[in-house]
């Protein structure tokens, strides 16, 4: 796990990508993972004309707190209002969770759109398994940061109601194998899960694609791409 991190930040320090457009797309990673693993999308949107912004952060080993200053302080060298007409949020997975709760702290009047792949917004089987068995307190780390900040995104409704929201979801695991209960989900996320969301959302789909190829499918892009354009996949 920690090769993999290593590889997927590589020491990554957050910058405006194709700075001179004027929509801009923050994008966050999940959890065990970094912007690196985000290549592939960022490419793909920076080639459709958006300015790019990925954040780095402690997502696997740190804090509560940790992560969401983290996230506050990377975003702090953006004039959302005067450099950029629009901005959209784009969260793989507990990505989408962090970025929400940014959503809820800032009413950023330029934001415009907001899209989750694969964010377990009804949770995962694991989470409840580690939830049931361990009592987190307010600022966790590790296993427990997601199931603490997940709590924090649905408790917090989205102040900018203008903000359009979609889901995407997958119903492919990686061995092609349901989970013990028989319900459909992407390897890591339940389906359902992925689009449970309620708020905001004008838009939902679900591809036959897993955990890892939601941010790696060309179509994913497209999809995501029409949805900053004209609010649907």
């Not at 920690?2 to 457009?21: C, F, M, R, V």
């Not at 790019?52 to 402690?58: C, G, H, Q, T, V």
């Not at 330029?110 to 361990?134: H, Y």
Request: net charge positive; charged share 25%; proline share 3%.
């Amino acid at each position: 796990m920690l090769k993999y991190l290593k590889e997927a930040t590589k020491g990554w320090n957050p910058y405006i990508e194709n700075s001179d457009q004027d929509e801009l797309v923050i994008i966050c990673h999940g959890w065990i993972s970094g912007p690196v693993k985000l290549n592939f999308l960022a490419d793909f949107l920076s080639k459709k004309n958006y300015s790019i912004f990925r954040l780095n952060l402690s997502t696997t080993f740190g804090t509560v707190s940790k992560i969401l200053n983290e996230a506050n302080s990377q975003l702090e060298s953006i004039d959302f209002g005067k450099s950029y007409k629009k901005v959209h949020f784009l969260g793989h997975s507990f990505g989408g969770i962090i970025l929400k709760i940014l959503l809820n702290k800032d009413d950023w009047k330029t934001t415009d759109r907001f899209v989750t792949l694969g964010t377990p917004w009804g949770s995962t089987p694991f989470a409840k398994k580690v939830e049931n068995m361990i009592k987190f307190k307010d600022d966790p780390s590790l296993f427990g940061n997601g199931i603490v900040l997940l709590k924090q995104a649905l408790n917090n409704p989205i102040k900018n109601k203008n903000i359009k929201v979609g889901l995407i979801g997958g119903d492919k695991p990686y061995k092609e194998k349901k989970v013990d209960d028989g319900i459909k989900w992407d390897g890591t996320v339940p389906t359902e899960s992925a689009l449970s969301l309620k708020e905001n959302v004008v838009d939902k789909k679900i591809m036959h694609l897993n955990h890892t190829e939601l941010i790696n499918n060309k179509v994913v892009g497209v999809m995501v791409s029409n949805f900053f354009n004209r609010g649907k996949f």
